[in-house]
């Protein structure tokens, strides 16, 4: 009705409006979309950056990341999630040295996808299992992510000193067959690990919220990214590795996602419920 004043937002019902305009912005002006990104953990991230980049309101925050594409690079790290470690779970490693890769060593050749790889330390992780059953040299490992600075990060495959003893206890709890520290030299505090294991290795943005299926994939790993997409983006990925997934290809996610109400949950088998490890149905 003309005329009629809407009665004032309260803080919160403001801050998700701006987050939402903001979002919009940042699709329509980058390209990413992150529209779909569950919002609990939007907003905490969103405050972050505007408290790094000294704005007062998600208005003003949108503002700078428009009008500063040095700006908005920077800020990215917030906006996608950086939390990752070497053979994290060391289950769902194990179940993958046991369970998956005695299948794909029938193949003469094999793809993985590492949808979503951060800093490295899965495809990293990966390589080391792959190079220890006998299939890295046979394998090409797809590691994608839309972070530029986190694929630069995973491709330099170096980590910080510190962070050796906690990954080198998952690497023999996940069944390693040897010493971490026999794949990475130190040095300037920190861990540089063995070119040759990345050889195969192919670094690549790749967006699930815009992108298409790039390859006929045996095995994607996708794990720990879901929980901060919504349903609908949810769906999007899966249907993306189910069909980039060859026939009874392998899908796993991480410990606190599932298949299960999702729009795709027929389409494959459970083979491990404990470690999210999942097989496409024929």
């Not at 990345?198 to 996708?222: G, I, Q, Y």
């Not at 796993?252 to 097989?279: I, M, N, P, T, W």
Request: aromatic share 12%; glycine share 6%.
């Amino acid at each position: 009705m003309p005329g009629v004043v809407r009665a004032a937002m309260n803080p919160a019902e403001l801050f998700d409006l701006e987050l939402g305009l903001l979002l919009e912005a940042i699709y329509r002006r980058y390209h990413y979309d992150f529209r779909d990104y569950a919002v609990s953990s939007l907003r905490r991230r969103v405050r972050q950056a505007m408290d790094r980049f000294h704005c007062s309101s998600v208005a003003a925050l949108q503002h700078r990341l428009l009008h500063e594409p040095a700006t908005f690079a920077q800020a990215m790290q917030y906006f996608t999630v950086q939390v990752s470690e070497m053979f994290r779970d060391p289950g769902y490693f194990r179940t993958l040295r046991e369970q998956v890769l005695p299948v794909l060593q029938t193949y003469p050749s094999c793809k993985v996808w590492v949808a979503g790889c951060s800093t490295g330390e899965e495809v990293w992780s990966l390589a080391i299992l792959l190079h220890e059953e006998g299939l890295l040299e046979r394998t090409i490992l797809y590691a994608t992510d839309i972070n530029p600075d986190a694929l630069a990060s995973a491709e330099n495959g170096a980590f910080a000193l510190d962070r050796m003893a906690q990954f080198s206890a998952s690497y023999l709890a996940a069944g390693g067959r040897a010493s971490l520290s026999d794949y990475y030299t130190t040095a300037y505090n920190g861990a540089l690990f063995d070119r040759r294991l990345k050889r195969n290795v192919v670094f690549a943005d790749h967006s699930l919220a815009t992108d298409a299926v790039f390859s006929e994939v045996h095995l994607v790993s996708c794990r720990n990214v879901l929980i901060y997409f919504r349903r609908a983006l949810q769906d999007r990925a899966i249907g993306l590795f189910h069909d980039a997934l060859v026939h009874r290809g392998f899908l796993g996610l991480g410990s606190k996602e599932s298949l299960q109400f999702g729009a795709h949950a027929d389409r494959f088998e459970v083979c491990s419920r404990e470690h999210r490890l999942y097989r496409k149905v024929a």
